[in-house]
């Protein structure tokens, strides 16, 4: 399991995109080596949206719920 785990470190994901739903619909997206981003949904028109948050570290799965999606209301 070491191994594994010594591999997945070397790994750097090239895309990485988690979809929020609820009613603060928001993306956490990030195409390497681009910045990561957080972008908000419209919920009245599906296909709108902007950009909220950018940085060069991954937020939380957390962090983007309740601060970064929580803040932009």
Known sequence: MSERL????????AYYVKNFKGS???????CYPG???????N???KDETRVIWTGSE???LRQ???E???SDA
């Open 43 to 45: 919920p009245a028109d």
């Open 58 to 60: 991954a937020p939380s």
């Open 64 to 66: 983007v719920q309740l």
């Open 6 to 13: 010594a591999l997945n470190a070397q790994i750097t994901t």
């Open 35 to 41: 910045p990561w981003t957080v972008l908000r949904r």
């Open 24 to 30: 603060r619909p928001g993306v956490l997206f990030r």
């Open 68 to 70: 970064i999606l929580a």
